[in-house]
């Protein structure tokens, strides 16, 4: 509709905007200045969809598992103890401070919140300031009818700057602190997942218990593999949702594009309502659970998803990686780390700027001195060069897809080894300081 508007509109329009500067309304009145003003419109709708969309799929997280059930607690009319904001902040949710009311910031400031009580939790959920996950209450409000989760449960942090976890949003950061499988093992009934994995609950439960904090398995309800042969999880590291314009292929194992990926999350893991198609998942050897699910062709009426992955894609690839802050390396090692990486041949698969290659960004486990588990568990049975701006933001966790590595230096190690680089002490920690700059 909007091209359709004569330019003299959009100029009026302009200037009756105060978000509008001088110099952009005056710019343009072609079909140029409509692509910017869609832009924008996109952006805000993206981040709308990322922040506080859950697809329905609170048909999923409250109505069938309950897990509402299990944070209003049995005072509320849920089951057991309920869980306090403290329980929250430790299981790694986050708390939007931009959705507090001023009295209630000062009030935790001053220390007057109860944050033993999960009272305290439900009055942050009416308040929507839980972030990636909503609260539907009851019409009077006095009790949490179910639960719905958003993309930015597991791809948003806070900056901390009211307390620990709680702060303003940092949209697209992988959060690292957050329990995912703690938070789901709190549902009351797993039947649902136990049925579809064709395990008893207990199984499901013990699973869920082995994630730990930073990690999700997007492929459990594709496989059924809840271990790696070595016995540990087989659950992945949260990668960031920041830095991905460019990229080609997306995830760990190179599943897609990130719309691919974000229709794929919205559907079969976060239980929203929409559309997926994807004849790969209709392999019963690599993907038996989603092979008698029907999970490679996905249709939900009325489609909650589908009309929101436009301004979803355009929203991820416009969110930049965060430039590492001042005195968090040391510029002086970081300008001959950069030296290293050069004449290491780094940069061969992390090319500058989105630090992954321009093409067919995947490579086998061989290449890269690994095991291939994780891999043999995509399609393309390898593993996506992971673009490595904003690494600073999450050190905790570790790195590759598992976070095999605990430390930068451990990675630098493994290279050392795998490519018969014999770096020097010090050439490694100047590398690691370059790696921390990005
Ligand atoms: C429960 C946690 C969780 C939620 C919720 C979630 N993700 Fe993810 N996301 C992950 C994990 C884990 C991966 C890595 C998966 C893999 O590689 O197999 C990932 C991968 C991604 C990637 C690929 C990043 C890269 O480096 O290529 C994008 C993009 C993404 N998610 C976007 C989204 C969007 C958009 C939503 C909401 C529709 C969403 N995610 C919801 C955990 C989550
Ligand atoms: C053959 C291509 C290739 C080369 C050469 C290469 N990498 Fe990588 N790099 C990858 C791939 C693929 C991954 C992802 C591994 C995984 O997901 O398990 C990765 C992951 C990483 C990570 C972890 C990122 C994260 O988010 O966990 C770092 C750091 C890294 N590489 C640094 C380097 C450095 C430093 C060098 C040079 C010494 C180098 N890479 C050389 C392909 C390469």
Redesign the pocket.
Known sequence: MRRKLPALTWVLMCAASLACTAAWCDDDDGPGHDNEHAARDMIAAGRHT?RFDTFGDEAFWGDTLRLHQAIEGSRFGGVGAGVSPKTALAVGLKVDVDALPGSLIQALRRGQVNLDDPATTLALLKLNAVIGVTGFFSPGGSSLRSIG?Q?A???SAVDNSLAPGIGHRLDGWANRDLN?GAIVALAPDLSAVATLLRVDQATVRKVLAAWGPGK?D??LLLDGKGFRPDGNTAA?L??P?FG?AG?NL????GWGS?TH??AF??TL??HGKGTFFDPRLADAEQFPVAARAGFDNVRNDPDLVSSKLPA?HFY?LALAAPAAPRGSFSAAAAGRGQRVFQASHCDSCHVPPTFTEPGWNLHTPAELGIDDFQANRAPARGYRTA?LKGLWTHLAGGFY?DGRFATLAAVVDHYDVQFSLHLSPQEKSDLVEYLKSL
């Open positions: 990322f989760i993309c449960l597991c791809h995912v999700f997007a492929e992945t949260i990668p949702a991905l990229v997306h995830t760990w194992v990130v990926w974000n999350v919205a893991e976060m979803l991820q673009p897809h």
